[in-house]
C-alpha cells in the first residue's frame, strides 16, 4: 500500500507563516486532505481537494501541492493552531484504500 | 445538525468480539460512503475501512477477515463488527462520512474506545 510521510514536528512564532508538508507517491494521483486534531478531540477537516476549506475554517488555512508533495500552509498561526496536523489521500496502489501521514505536532511559540 | 455518533467500545479479552454503531443524523448514511478511522493511544490516523453507497465495502490489510462494516438504512446506522481481536486493535475508533465529490472524511464522531486486554 501507499503511505504518506510528514515531519514529527513543526514550530512557529505567533503571527507566522508556517507550512506543513506531507510526501507519497499517492499524491501525484489524488489530492491531499488535512486535518487538525487537539488533545482528547476528533480530527476536524480542514483543507481537500486543489485548495478547499470547509465552511467554519479560517482562510489563513490553504493547500497546495506539487508533485509527490502537498503543504499546509497556515498565513498568521494563531495560538489555537498548535495541533496535530494529518495529511491523507487514496491509496494509488491499486486498492480501494485510504493512507494517513503519520502526523505533524505544530507548536505555536 | 449534521452528527455521528459512536457507541460500543469498551474493554474486551483478546480473541474476543465486539460490535461498534455509529448513528448519524442530518444526513443519510447510505447515499454517502461512510468509513471507520482509529487511533492507537498516543499514534496516528490509521483507516480501518469504508462501505460505498452501493454497498461494497474494503478493508485495511490489518483487519481484514476479522472485521465487518455494515449499516442499517432504517436505522441510518453504521457497524463495525470487530471479531478475534488482538492487543494492538485497541484504539479510539471514529466514524467518519467521505465528503461526495473529494474523497475527504468531512464529518468524523466523537469516538469510542476499544481496549483488548486480559
Partial sequence: SSELTQDPAVSVALGQTVRITCQGDSLRSYYASWYQQKPGQAPVLVIYGKNNRPSGIPDRFSGSSSGNTASLTITGAQAEDEADYYCNSRDSSGNPNWVFGGGTKLTVL | E?????????????????????????????????????????????????????????????????????????????????????????????????????????????????????
Fill in chain 2, 2 to 118: 449534521v452528527q455521528l455518533v459512536e457507541s460500543g467500545g469498551g474493554l474486551i479479552q483478546p480473541g474476543g468480539s465486539l460490535r461498534l454503531s455509529c448513528a448519524a443524523s442530518g444526513f443519510t448514511v447510505s447515499s454517502n460512503y461512510m468509513s471507520w478511522v482509529r487511533q492507537a493511544p498516543g499514534k496516528g490516523l490509521e483507516w480501518v475501512s469504508v462501505i460505498y453507497s452501493g454497498g461494497s465495502t474494503y478493508y485495511a490489510d490489518s483487519v481484514k477477515g476479522r472485521f465487518t462494516i455494515s449499516r442499517d438504512n432504517s436505522k441510518n446506522t453504521l457497524y463495525l463488527q470487530m471479531n478475534s481481536l488482538r492487543a494492538e486493535d485497541t484504539a479510539v475508533y471514529y466514524c467518519a462520512r467521505v465528503h461526495t465529490l473529494q474523497d475527504a472524511f468531512d464529518i468524523w464522531g466523537q469516538g469510542t474506545m476499544v481496549t483488548v486486554s486480559s
